[in-house]
């Protein structure tokens, strides 16, 4: 969600946003996590359809008994599972702020170097390598 944001703001920063915005979009990192997201995100929509078919189940059931009888504390299994999936959750968590914190910091090394144009003079011909380089490696899906 935040590249396109960081790519907008980087291209109507000043005369060479559009290269400054390039550089982002094409940098190496920013790359690899547009890909790495793109093919977890496609990977995960099997695990949501069948973990939502086993929620069905454990709520068709429960709704064709006639009356719980439920115990007066959960079971240990019911709670080491929700343990696990708090600890899952934390985990994905702290792994998408750190993805975050990664696109805000390349995002501010560009956009730095386009306000004090300490190396506005690089970045046409960093643009160009970049995209270059591109044409040159095979496509990778």
Known sequence: VVQPYHTYRLMTAGPT??????????????????????????????????SSGFRFVVKFDRDMSTSPNLPESPPLIARVEGLIACAAFMLISFSLFHVH?????????????????????????????????????PLDV
């Open 101 to 137: 914190w990664r696109h805000g910091e390349i995002f501010r090394c560009m956009y730095d170097t386009l306000v004090t144009g300490s190396g506005v003079h690089n970045i046409v011909s960093q643009v160009d390598s970049m995209m270059s380089s591109r044409f040159r490696s």
């Open 17 to 50: 946003g559009f290269e400054t915005a390039c550089a982002y979009y094409l940098n190496k990192e920013i790359v690899d996590w547009r890909h790495f997201s793109i093919k977890f995100m496609l990977m995960s929509m099997p695990v949501y359809v069948i």
